[in-house]
């Protein structure tokens, strides 16, 4: 039976790993030729949920990921993000090494390196990287699979240490009393709860499972609150627009005149006056436009065979590989002068050899009509909550010096991965 029950929880914990990070690659593996293979098994339960407003937020997303972040905290976040995701990787696996070297030699329990001040290092290295994880792919979905993650690891930690008791008895139990079990002793020791308030069983089956579903999940909806407070949103109308990078939020304000302008003379028949819509300003090749709107094959990163590079960008260049652009990245990789062969897509279908690539005065807006359920029209950053739906709806390349739309039309309803949920910041 005992044989059995530890089976059981081996078979739980590493389960639980595995779907934590498949759930948090997402984005690895969206960007890989094998995208519609995960998306044909995830996919059904991402719309299932999306459906009902008890779980929609679940696939929402609480920190930047499209639009480079504002402010200096977000920005430390998102490279902690990265830090994480390394240094827990990496602590890991030197971990792991150290555990099963000391089952091959016999070495006994494991005191050295980091176990001689924690008595599971591996844990905390894996709750690091999938800290890592969650900040570099934040979808909700990825933060309620770390809580249970979270939980299962704390009660594999003292299943684990049940059995080195039986093992090794007044060894383990003295080792015990001069480590902590995930932070070094002289930290955790503020976390104990009094014994003699609390029943050991409440404190085991929960407290702590609750003071980890309230911290993760609630740590989640502060940044996300946070992330869309120090979003520059600009309105008029029924139109919102926004900027995907820092230096073009001066040209947001002359470029939605110029869109109300032209759609008051006439133009832009696709706008509607009953409809509320959210604008992305960004450069004509912008890598992540195809997030937002099925614009182009260039910006179905998946077919771009270049995988690997998109991935190591993403977790080692945190802001430098969003103004990376698909022309860039083939230039790269086939040794070409990358302002050459970004020239023609300022914006794309323009090859004028003149034109600086570096201060192209041209810029691409994605309209992304609104449904919501509210009464009144809404802007800014009420355009992002859970129980509004964002439709792609059209496309205006603008002229951001003269104001002159060169190319303006209507989009297909879906994104460069059809009808996957995608990020809204």
């Known amino acids: 039976m005992k044989k059995l029950k530890n089976i059981l929880t081996s078979v739980l914990g ?21 995208a519609f293979f995960f998306y044909s098994v995830f996919n059904p339960v991402y719309k299932f949920i999306d459906q009902y407003a008890l779980t929609r ?11 480079l972040p504002r402010t200096l905290f977000l920005k430390t976040v998102r490279i ?64 309620a699979s770390l809580s249970v993650m979270l939980i299962l690891y704390y009660f594999l930690a003292s299943d684990e240490e049940k059995r080195m008791l039986e ?32 029943p050991e069983y409440l404190v085991k089956f929960v407290a702590i499972p609750a003071a980890i ?77 195809g997030m937002i709107a099925n614009t182009d094959d260039d910006f179905h990163l998946y077919k771009q065979h270049h995988t690997v590079n998109m991935i190591a960008d993403w977790v080692l260049h945190p802001f430098k590989h969003l103004r990376t652009p698909p022309s860039a990245m083939m230039a790269k990789m086939h040794h070409m002068d990358p302002s050459v062969a970004r020239r023609h897509h300022c914006p794309i279908g323009i090859n004028d050899p003149s034109l600086d690539h570096a201060s192209c005065p041209y810029r691409r807006i994605i309209l992304v009509e609104i449904d919501h359920n509210f009464r009144n029209h809404v802007a800014g950053k009420e355009l992002m909550a859970f129980n509004a739906a964002r439709v792609p709806s059209s496309l205006i390349d603008i002229n951001t010096q003269t104001g002159e739309i060169i190319n303006a039309r209507e989009l297909e309803k879906t994104t460069a991965w059809k009808d996957v949920p995608t990020p809204a910041i």
């Open 14 to 34: 590493g389960g639980s790993v595995a779907l934590f990070f498949v759930i948090a690659l997402e984005i690895m593996i969206m960007i890989s030729p094998f």
């Open 57 to 67: 937020w679940l696939t929402g997303f609480f920190l930047p990921h499209m639009i």
């Open 80 to 143: 902690s993000g990265s830090v994480f995701f390394i240094v827990g990787a990496l602590t890991f696996i030197i971990c792991a090494l150290q555990v099963y070297m000391g089952k091959i030699f016999k070495w006994g329990v494991a005191r050295a390196g980091l176990y001689k001040y924690i008595r599971h290092p591996q844990y905390l290295a894996l709750a690091l990287w999938g800290t890592g994880m969650a900040v570099l792919w934040p979808r909700f979905i990825v933060l």
């Open 167 to 198: 093992q090794y008895g007044e060894s383990y139990l003295s080792y015990m009393k001069i480590t902590g079990m995930f932070l070094p002793r002289s930290i955790e020791k503020y976390f104990y709860l009094p014994r003699n308030l609390v």
């Open 213 to 289: 579903i309230i911290s993760v999940l609630g740590t989640g909806f502060m940044l996300r609150q946070i992330t869309l407070n120090s979003l520059p949103f600009k309105s008029e109308y029924n139109i919102t627009l926004i900027s995907m990078l820092p230096e073009d939020d001066k040209l947001v304000r002359d470029t939605l005149d110029e869109i109300i302008r032209n759609r008051m003379e006439g133009q832009l028949a696709f706008v509607s006056d009953d409809k509320d819509y959210l604008g992305y300003l960004m450069p004509v090749d912008y890598i992540m436009q």
